[in-house]
């Protein structure tokens, strides 16, 4: 009988396997053929080798667009890895009205792109309410351009990524913080140790695999912003398009009847190979932390 029900595992990953082909492995697979062509977006196309590839290297909004992806990483990742555990430290202790503040501090994450975008448009904007406070307290003269200096609107966004992930990544945290072995940190507090020193010596040793896997997540996350940049500058990436990311200027060259789409399969397998290097390379360093 159980033989003869070798299919009954098969029947409930059948769902999972068809939804996994159909929107993962299939389109990747057409993005890496297109990636070798010269297909538009109403399709078509032949084969051009390696072509798409080599005039990524001569393209100056490609290198443009990677720069400040890369910039991007480099200036949200550290603060959702920190500020995230400091909030995480902060809600756990059980007092009155901690729940309240839990669901504040998360109420961000499950609120839309568009609309926290829309909020901090008119935050930042010339009229809006920073600008405001900051005349008020003489602090400046002129409304400061946050949103249409490419710098200032690159780290507007950064901003905004960083507010909406603090509370995905305070909730992860919090889970992590839950299995710190009290045993060692009475042990500390016997020894002498104050509260920052049990948190540096007994609670960060213990976490640091969450705190790797968080740094991941968002680095991965955050080379992907789009969203960010398209709604705090209207869809036009700042002036010139100079607040450009990679995903931004992929969507820019694949869309529209004259899109390429060919060309923007290929930097979509490099945005992927970064990706998957960028993984590996953390798995790598947590397995050996752990081994050591």
């Known amino acids: 009988m159980t033989g003869r029900r070798w299919y009954v595992p098969w029947l409930f990953l059948t769902p999972a396997l068809l939804f996994a082909v159909v929107f993962f492995i299939l389109p990747f697979a057409n993005t890496l053929v297109l990636s070798f062509t010269d297909a538009s977006t109403l399709g078509g196309g032949t084969f051009t080798g390696l072509s798409n590839y080599e005039r990524l290297l001569h393209d100056e909004a490609f290198w443009l667009s990677l720069r400040n992806t890369a910039l991007y990483v480099l200036g949200v990742v550290p603060p959702l890895v920190v500020l995230p555990l400091l909030l995480a430290v902060l809600v756990q202790r059980k007092i009155a009205g901690v729940g309240f503040f839990r669901a504040v501090f998360y ?8 609309v926290a975008g829309l909020l901090w448009s008119w935050l930042l904007s010339s009229d809006g309410l920073v600008n405001a406070a900051l005349r008020v307290t003489g602090l400046v003269d002129a409304p400061v351009p946050f949103l249409t200096d490419a710098d200032l609107l690159l780290v507007s966004a950064m901003v905004m990524t960083v507010w909406k992930g603090l509370g995905y990544y ?64 209207d869809g036009s990436a700042g002036p010139g398009g100079e607040a450009r990311t990679l995903v931004f200027t992929i969507r820019e060259t694949g869309l529209g009847l ?20 960028l993984s590996v390379f953390v798995t790598r360093l947590n397995t050996r932390e752990e081994r050591a």
């Open 258 to 277: 004259g899109g390429e789409a060919g060309y923007a399969s290929a930097m979509s397998i490099l945005l992927f190979l970064a990706t998957l290097g």
């Open 107 to 114: 109420s961000p994450v499950v609120a839309s792109m568009v």
């Open 170 to 233: 305070m909730v992860v945290y919090l889970a992590a913080l839950a299995n710190v072995p009290r045993s060692l940190l009475e042990a500390a507090e016997v020894d002498g140790a104050g509260p920052v020193r049990r948190f540096l010596s007994v609670t960060v040793p213990v976490i640091r695999p969450t705190m790797i896997l968080v740094a991941t997540l968002a680095a991965i996350a955050s080379g992907k912003v789009f969203a960010e940049i398209y709604t705090l500058s």
